[in-house]
Each structure stands twice: as C-alpha cells, then as structure tokens.
DNA sequence: TGAATAGTGTCTTTCAGACAATATGCC
DNA sequence: GGCATATTGTCTGAAAGACACTATTCA
C-alpha cells in the first residue's frame, strides 16, 4: 500500500479536509441560527420527457407564466422533497406531467452555473424519460394551454438554460442507442420493424437503410416474431415483434 | 404544432406548475424566516482522482477521522461554494486535495439517496479527474495519514456510499476509454506505446494483445512520433509519441 | 551471450454500409 | 391493375482478434 500526502497548501484551508469540514457543518447545524445554512442551494428536478407522436421524436415543455422568462417554454421539474430520492423526485414529478409511471428514467446531468437562475442559486438535477405515448393520458382540457409538445428539432424559446439541456439529452440518446436497448423504451409492447426503424431515424435525425437496419436488429436476437400483424392502410400488413423476454436496456 | 394537456392530477398539486412553484419559493424567500429553507440539503462536489502509479490505476482516498464512518476511507469532497460553478468546486477541491489544475474533469453523476449520510441530507456531485502522476506535488509530510493513494482493485472499506461511486467510475471510464482519447489524459505529453497500453489495460483489467494494440492507436492518426527516445533498463529503448496536436478528448 | 523489452505482419472473422427487386393487401 | 408499404440478399471494405518471431540495448 503507497502513501503519500496530498499537496500542502495554505495551510489554514488544507489542514482541513473536506471530511472535517462536513463535520463542522454537522457542528455548526446543532446551533438554532447559522448563517452556513444560507449558502445551501435549492435543488430542483428536471425532466425531459420525450415520446412519439406522428413518426417524431416530441419533448413536452410548459409554458411560464411569471418571471423570470415569463412565456418561454422550460422543461418541467420541481424541488427535491427532503425524504425523497432524485429519483423518486423525477418520478412524482413525472407522474405529475403525464400521469404515467413506471417508464425508462435514467439521470442525464446536474446543471448548476451560479446564475443560471435570476432568482436564486438553483442547482438541478436533470433526468429524461421515455414513454409511450398511447400510455398517456389524454389532454386534461383547461391545462391544454400550459404544456405541449415540440419536435424536438423546432423547438421555440426556452427558459433558463433548458436548450442546453435538452442538446445534452439529445447527444445521450444517440450515444445510448448503439449500444443498448434503450430505443424500444419508445414503442409498444408488440411492434413493426418499420416502426423501431422509425425511432432510431428519429434519434439520430437521419434515415436508414431498412435492409440493413433489418439485417442489423434481427441478428442481434434480441426481438422474436409474434404471430400477429398489423394492417395500417391500403397495403400489405407488417409482422408484428416483441422483446424477447428477459432482456433488458 | 400539436398542443396537449398534461395530465391531470389531484387538481390542486396538479394545477401548480413546476416553474410556478419555484415561483412561490421565491416569494417565500421574501420572508426573513422561512421554514422552506430548512428542506434545502446541503449539495457537496467529491471527486475521485486517479492517476497511474507503478503501471496501476490509483485512486486518492483520505481517512476519515470522525463520525460517521470514523477510520474508513473516502473520496475527497466538499462543499459547494454560493458563487462558483460545480466545476469550479470540484477544480478546487482538486486543487486542494493534490496541488494540480488544468487536467481532466468530467462529471460522473449526482448521488443523493435521503440517508446516503446519516448528519442530513446530502446530495453529491461527483466529477473524476484524470492526472499524471509526475504532476502531482510530493509529500507533505505531516499529512501522509490523512491520504493516500489505492490500487482501484483493492479498495479498503469505504465510508457512505463511495463503493457505488468507485464502481461507476471504472464503469464510465471503461465506456469512454473506447470512444475518446480520455486514456492519453494519464500520461505525460511524450509517451512510449507501451505506457500507453499500460494504461488501457490497467483501465480495462485485462491484458491486450501488443501487435493490435499498437497498430489500432497508430493507424488512428492521433499519434504522430517524436525523435526521441526512452531508455529505461537494459533493454531496448522505446521510441516516444505524442499526440496530433489539435486532437483532444 | 543472456536478459529484458521494443517492434513488426498475416490470416480469419465479423460488422457496416451501399445497393434494388419482389411480395402482399386493399381499393 | 394500381397503389402503398413489407420483405428479402449480395458484395465490398473496414475493423477486430488470434497468433510468434526478430531487433536492440546493456550488463
């Protein structure tokens, strides 16, 4: 086992590791009024939460209603409940936008430039998910106005530094559908071959050869043949796939 | 444009927007006592810090000297300070723990499990840094209990729930090793080829054929040779490479 | 000349990508 | 039959992986 010092410094600061000075913050905490406690940021959860619809990749955004970027549109999200995880906080948040749960929610990034917010420090934690969007709850009515959906490749003015965000989202989702599932999270349970293709295109935002988009899924093993199929129109009905079971993103 | 409502909830939690209840927290901090502060958890930058030392991958750990976790080993960290960025923090906390700066940092992800700490609730930015190990500064002395540098694949116990943080970081930087030049960020700027394959390997955990290792990285064009040479035993020198000036990760 | 590491080439297999014609169902 | 989408195979080039011997330096 090697050892070896971390670097000295001036002193006063070093002497003090960060373990100690999270143990100091414990001490100070016992106090009824300490000005430490200011510094904490709020943390906030935001979720990008895209789907299908119309053979496009959308994003849903709500709309501002106060200041700061009153009537831009900005990623929903909300503050981290203190007996909650980021997760849980991701979820309810979710749940509470579409009425859905129990779909693919993975962490993208932690966005927290000190003035990235006008009002105060906000430091928040940003997840994306993918939902079907037959999973989804149909319009509420007198919310119509407040959220909607973007093609993700025109989008309008967004708040905060929400089109960071949502190009970061973009990058991990490409990245992500080489070389995992995470593609199917977007389609039924049962699907064509045409409609996967669909998704990937809308990904990655260019087409695809179907012979070897084909050739590629179907040599993977991944999918298996149910023995149904799905007629959408004046022509030939496509076969409709499945996961094989078992197999996860 | 297609517009649609979200979901609705139990209308009054529902009808609150996310930027709305930001908005109300803002008005809430009017107040000079506000109860919502006290949900504000404390929001800390750790950094696992690697380098390679003696043909091994080694992580920077510091002892821990009190409660909780007293005498096992940590990942350095600290807080986040109101006016800087999280990469900022992690920068400093780097700067602190090993004298460096200007080397690589990503981050990694965000932990905050309710009672990931048993003091309160803390919610962890990580970042991992990637140095060489000629860079850092030497001991100092009076502090080499308090730190030390670890074999990544012989960890002693850890304290909270840097287990996890060490395992995702091998885990990141395995998936990076393969799509960028994250590995070069280990070593000094002129390099035999076989450090280099060092580092893959001790990154990876298992040896590599040295004929497709050489012509993978050369055929690359991200090395261009130097003139010189390194003579290090009684053996053969090796010739010395850098990278393609331009080319970064 | 022995020890130690540097340096080099071929073959096989796999994967990615370019490319176009036939099949089926419905009107 | 005409329209619309489903379905299918070959060829080529690139990259990955298995595999072993020669070169150079110095004690």
Known sequence: MTSEGAAPDSASS???SAS????????????????TRYAHPSVTVDVVILTMR??????????RKHW???????????FVNPEESLEDAARRELEEETGVRDVYLEQLYTF???????????????????IRAETLRTTAGDNAAEAAWFHVYHLPALAFDHDR?????????RGKLEYTTIGFQLLAPE?????????YEAILDRPLDKRNF?????????????????????????????FRPGVEA
Chains 1, 2 share one sequence.
């Open 14 to 16: 070093r002497q003090q």
């Open 165 to 173: 965000i949502l190009a970061y989202t973009m990058q991990r989702l």
């Open 68 to 78: 700061p970027f009153e009537g831009l549109w900005a990623i929903p999200g909300g």
């Open 191 to 199: 699907f064509t071959l045409s409609e996967l293709q669909e998704v």
């Open 20 to 35: 100690d000075r999270r143990e100091n913050a414990r001490l100070k905490d016992q106090n009824s009024y300490d000005p």
């Open 112 to 130: 927290g430039d000190p003035h990235r917010d006008p009002r105060e420090r906000v430091i928040t934690v940003v997840y994306y998910a993918l």
């Open 214 to 242: 084909r050739k590629k899924v179907l040599t993977t093993g991944i999918l298996e043949p149910t023995t149904h199929t799905r007629k959408s129109g004046h022509h030939r009905p496509a076969a409709l796939y499945r």
């Open 54 to 63: 119309q053979r496009r990749l959308e994003v849903l955004l709500v709309k």
